[in-house]
């Protein structure tokens, strides 16, 4: 009973907001302008302040562990040749190969990492680690295989991946946690008007950014394009965290490192893969449809997992 408590309270706080901004936009208090705004804000400020916040105060360079941010580059790699290939093989329609790929490998790691992070450990811990090892990749491969595969032959993508690798040098995520490595070695420590102005940013970090994805959670697209969705949506929540969590507990990662990883490997897909599929050319359905299902149904996977993994003593 004491692992299923810790399993809910890790996970069910997080839906609950994710609920209330999926009934807020029902209601009409909030709107597509609430959400965009949000996600922007959220991208550029509050979560950027969140991280550099708790890269200051953890001591993250003597948490830095290169073998981790190795380990989450490689699984992001294997993931994604790995469904690439599976995809070539088994899908009858080739057109929805790229959207297939990118929707069964990449997570929300970021927004919803932070924030199941935080919420157990107080901190992100390893979450800045994980996104240094994974989240550059899942630009760059996305890039690669929607171009490949796109299904508009007569698309011109040129300087798609130079655009693509000028996103990652400019990303404010990537730039914040390049501060936060920064400032941690430099042991700077801001007078306290600076550092709670930060504070204050960082603290409305998770709660904006999870009632933008219940905002923008739509049920609707969840029955287009089934069948592969359905197949992706397994891929990402089930088969990838089957697969490589136990070699991550082989390795001997724990507590706050296997928290990462499960969120890099079993979190929803992120809604920015249908903004990606969409400004390349694929039609989009599909991925909007296992962005629905994986938020939806990941609900239950993430605490089924938290909850195994803290019966058997790794978390």
Not at 87 to 103: H, M, N, P, S, Y
Request: glycine share 6%; with cysteine; aromatic share 10%.
């Amino acid at each position: 009973m004491d692992n299923l408590i810790y399993s809910l309270n890790a996970t069910v706080p997080v839906f609950v907001v994710i609920v209330a901004g999926y009934l807020l936009k029902r209601i009409g208090w909030i709107n597509e302008g609430f959400i965009k705004a949000s996600n922007k804000i959220n991208f550029h400020i509050t979560l950027p302040a969140l991280l550099i916040q708790d890269m200051m105060n953890n001591q993250f360079l003597q948490k830095f562990e290169l073998r981790y941010v190795f380990y989450c580059a490689f699984v992001t790699t294997v993931c994604f040749f790995g469904t690439w290939l599976l995809a070539r093989l088994c899908l009858k329609d080739k057109t929805i190969v790229g959207e297939f790929v990118q929707a069964s490998y990449r997570s929300s790691a970021a927004i919803l990492g932070s924030a199941f992070v935080l919420n157990i450990y107080g901190d992100t811990g390893m979450v800045p680690l994980m996104i240094l090892g994974a989240v550059p990749l899942y630009n760059i491969y996305a890039v690669l295989v929607l171009t490949v595969e796109c299904p508009d032959k007569d698309a011109v993508h040129t300087k798609t991946m130079a655009a693509t690798l000028q996103g990652i040098a400019t990303n404010p995520i990537i730039i914040s946690i390049v501060i936060g490595v920064i400032l941690s070695a430099l042991r700077v420590d801001f007078p306290r008007i600076v550092d709670n102005s930060i504070n204050n940013f960082a603290r409305i970090a998770t709660p904006l950014a999870l009632l933008a994805i219940g905002g923008s959670f739509e049920f609707g697209r969840a029955i287009k394009k089934a069948r592969p969705a359905i197949v992706a949506s397994c891929l990402k929540l089930v088969g990838w965290p089957l697969l490589f969590l136990p070699l991550a507990i082989m390795l001997g990662f724990r507590d706050a490192k296997l928290m990462a990883l499960i969120i890099m490997l079993g979190s929803p897909a992120t809604p920015s893969c249908y903004i990606m599929a969409k400004s390349m050319k694929s039609e989009g359905t599909l991925t909007s449809s296992v962005v629905v299902i994986t938020t939806l149904a990941s609900a239950f996977t993430i605490t089924a997992i938290i909850y195994v993994l803290r019966a058997m003593g790794y978390l």
